[in-house]
């Protein structure tokens, strides 16, 4: 009977150099997993979903990129999570937000700052806006200010999101262009934006500062509301092209709400640049611009070094606003 031996052991040998040689093919962009940190069906699972779509779609990866949730502080839970449990994982992306950076700021995250993860690509991004209803004797920003110079009992402001939340401030810098204090005035908070817009419609507030994005779907599903300005830098694309920025009103107040990701602190300076190089290039295809304008995003494209530049000036900017309006600060 022949000896196998020496041909087992040349086949393992052989099967073993091939599992190495995979491996060390495999890289960021295999077997990729996206965080939403929150529950299905809201701002970050969006995001996910649209760079799900877009990686997919271009080709960029081979296997479908699979989204997991993980609740929890508005970005609080993951991002301790990935710096603190899988600070190496190359292949995992996590969704971030403006709302994200206010937390940061004001150091609702914990012993983490904006320093302990790597700032990958901003794919897009809403704006604040000041809305009232379409029966509001106020039709520009000028009319509501001089109407809250005039007797700021009777204008109630309506967000969603409590004190130090992100409606909260767009609310706040409104009141404060108004040369009100924005401690003295008057705010319901309401679970999300629906319910907030349907108190406007009903008259239960006057005011509500809410997202541009949201403000168009409403519109277009019929919803009697009117914009009167969005707080962006420049005016938005598509329905709301006619509606003045803030500061062309006259009031400088600006409020950004970008949608992205970032990755572990411990990923390799090689992989990081692989996400950035994808990013970039998906991102400059009318493919990219089509996904992101279906989910109510409007254009908004920083990688790498640029973004990590960008969240870095805008925690900072948060952190001085916190502080004016007395709320806590991170440290």
Request: glycine residues 10%; contains cysteine; proline residues 5%.
């Amino acid at each position: 009977m022949p000896n196998t031996r020496p041909l087992r052991r040349g086949a393992l040998t052989l099967l073993a150099s091939l599992s190495l040689s995979l491996s060390a093919l495999a890289g960021p962009l295999d077997k990729t997993e996206c965080i939403a940190p929150a529950k299905p069906g809201g701002g970050f699972d969006l995001t996910c979903k649209l760079v799900q779509s877009a990686l997919m779609e271009g080709k960029y990866i081979s296997d479908p990129m699979r989204v997991s949730y993980m609740p929890g502080g508005i970005g609080a839970v993951a991002y301790n999570a990935i710096v603190a449990q899988r600070p190496a994982e190359a292949n995992t992306l996590v969704a971030f937000s403006g709302g994200s950076l206010l937390n940061l700021a004001q150091g609702k995250f914990g012993r983490y700052n904006e320093n302990d993860v790597r700032w990958v690509a901003g794919v897009g991004a809403d704006y604040g806006a000041i809305v009232v209803a379409d029966s509001s004797p106020f039709k520009t920003v000028a009319d509501l200010v001089a109407a809250i110079k005039a007797d700021p009992t009777k204008i109630v402001f309506g967000a969603g999101g409590t004190i130090g939340s992100q409606d909260w401030m767009k609310a706040a810098l409104t009141a404060k262009a108004a040369g009100l204090n924005p401690k003295t005035m008057r705010f319901v908070a309401f679970e999300g934006g629906g319910e907030a817009l349907t108190a406007l419609q009903g008259g239960h507030v006057q005011v509500y500062s809410g997202d541009a994005s949201e403000a168009e779907e409403q519109m277009k599903a019929g919803a009697k509301i009117r914009v009167l300005a969005v707080m962006s830098d420049k005016r938005l694309e598509g329905a709301l092209a006619k509606v003045p920025t803030a500061k062309e009103a006259g009031y400088d107040i600006e409020w950004p709400i970008i949608r992205g990701f970032y990755v572990g602190p411990k990923v390799s300076d090689a992989d990081y640049k692989v996400w950035v190089d994808t990013f970039n290039k998906m991102m400059a295809t009318p493919a990219y611009a089509k996904l992101r304008a279906e989910r109510g995003l409007f254009p908004f494209a920083k990688t790498g070094a640029d973004l990590d530049a960008y969240v870095k000036q805008r925690v900072a900017a948060y952190r001085t606003l916190a502080a004016e309006f007395g709320l806590n600060v991170a440290k």
